[in-house]
């Protein structure tokens, strides 16, 4: 496959994946783009294995990620759901608001331990199969799948009050 066509392949995963795991969706446009621009400059040295080349290009933005994370000293407060900029109470969204479900998700996702969240997230939103996560995190396939069941149970719990009756 040409760059392009991993390009096609995964940029949406990827881009996904960095916003499910804590990037605004900007810097995970950015995050991609900057690791298929260090994917390029590879070329000449990859296989043609397309799934060790799934694995660089988000090991690369990751560590793309811990770079822009570490460099920025910027610090950002986000307002908490339920309050307005002077403080006053706000009525708390309803559960069908988009954003009021995403911020929950999120906070759900950032409860689990770091283990459980990296294989659920490269499983469900990276899009990648239990082997890539299996060889880019350097555990078992068996584990993998454990860390991804436990992961769906724990977001299940901390999720339940959204279930539909």
Known sequence: M?????????????TNWLVATGSTYEDACDLTQRAFLKLWEMRDDLRDNDSAVSGLVYTIAKNLRKNMWRDDSRIAFVEEIGED???????APSPSDAEYLRDRIQKALAQLPPLLR???TMFQIGELSIREIAHETGASENLVKVRI???KEKLQ???????AD
């Open 118 to 120: 990296e294989a659920f």
């Open 2 to 14: 040409t760059i392009e066509e991993h390009y096609t392949a995964i940029a949406p995963k990827l």
């Open 85 to 91: 900029a002077a403080g006053a109470t706000q009525p």
């Open 149 to 151: 069941h436990r992961a």
């Open 157 to 163: 719990v901390l999720l339940a009050d959204l279930k």
